[in-house]
């Protein structure tokens, strides 16, 4: 087989981001059933990826259940399990430090293995809010939580059955299929947010975490304050706190949102401390929770049935 570059296989597969040395389309396994077909390295892409293929062809998200998707970090064993699968989903480079080191790898090691980019070609924005050009998303100060705009995560879906396809050409046509069927669903989900929130009597949500959720507040056109940085293990300072205290009181917030995966000890101590009347769950689905993966909650249910709700009753809809 010839090998490609990364910029060589980018030509051949348009605005699909994949690294696939094995050539445009690759002969990969013509029968995954029951097959490693893909490992991800975040929580939300291996829910994506589940929903492209067919039941039998299995996805590994490599993260443990709650451990946060940003900051683990594998064992020595991660890079085994890896080779076992025909691709290797990641966000893209500067998200995950231990996923760049494996693309790196990968190249060197294991060249007929796909790697797919999920976040290629989706537009960011910046940690203010505004959009950023698309080929900039290694600059500082850049937000990487896209896929809380179902819209940008329908793009991901669609550059990982592309990736898919080029690792397993024999099934390209039901990854094609199970791409287009989950994007629908997505649309649904999109649609039923923007219903949702459509008559709310408030514009603003105080987040006391990290600053992950400007793409829900770009979509769905409200305001969100966070307490702390982009960072989730940022810790908020006095005067972070004293900003957040007036905020709550400019805008009349009776619920403080609290990130699932970080404390609440903030978000208490400003009902407390504030006229917010309580606290409400809201998550950027850095990972899962035991109770939501023995649901089989993936990122949909998550959004319906713990982002929505929570919404609604903070912006009073």
């Known amino acids: ?41 975040f929580f939300v892409l291996a829910d994506f990826a589940t929903n492209i293929v067919e039941d039998g062809a299995a996805i590994d998200n490599l993260v443990p259940i709650g451990q946060h998707g940003h900051g683990w970090e594998p ?8 080779l076992d699968a025909a691709a290797f989903i990641y966000m893209g480079e500067g998200f995950q430090p231990w996923a760049d080191n494996v693309v790196t ?7 007929e293995l796909v790697v797919i980019e999920a976040r290629h070609g989706i537009s960011l924005l910046d940690a203010g809010g505004h959009e950023s050009d698309e080929d900039d998303h290694e600059a500082t100060g850049k937000d990487p ?39 629908a669903t997505l649309a649904e989900l999109d649609t039923e947010i923007e219903a949702a929130l459509a008559m709310r009597t408030r514009d603003t949500v105080l987040v006391a975490g990290h600053d992950a959720f400007q793409y829900l507040a770009a979509r769905y056109d409200f305001e969100v304050h966070a307490l702390s940085s982009l960072s989730p293990d940022t810790e908020p300072t006095p005067q972070d706190v004293r900003e957040a205290q007036a905020v709550i009181a400019e805008h009349g917030i009776e619920h403080v949102l609290a990130p699932v995966f970080e404390s609440d000890r ?26 939501w993966d023995a649901q089989g909650w993936g990122y949909v249910d998550i959004m319906r049935e713990v982002n929505l709700p929570t919404l609604r009753e903070a912006l009073g809809a």
């Open 105 to 111: 790898n990968l190249e060197r090691d294991a060249p």
């Open 145 to 183: 939580h896209f896929w809380l705009d179902p819209q940008r995560a329908a793009q991901a879906v669609d550059t990982i059955a592309s990736g898919l396809s080029i690792a397993d050409s024999a099934q390209a046509e039901t990854y094609r299929q199970g791409a287009t069927a989950y994007a």
């Open 266 to 291: 903030a978000a208490r101590q400003l009902v407390e401390e504030t006229d917010a009347k309580d606290v409400l769950p809201i998550t950027s689905i850095p990972t899962t929770t035991a109770e």
């Open 1 to 41: 087989m010839s090998g490609f570059t990364r910029r060589s296989v980018l030509q051949c597969g348009g605005a699909l981001a994949v690294s696939a040395f094995a050539g445009c389309v690759a002969d990969g396994p013509s029968d995954t059933a029951g097959e490693q077909l893909a490992t991800a390295s």
């Open 75 to 82: 064992g020595p064993s991660i890079q085994t399990s890896i």
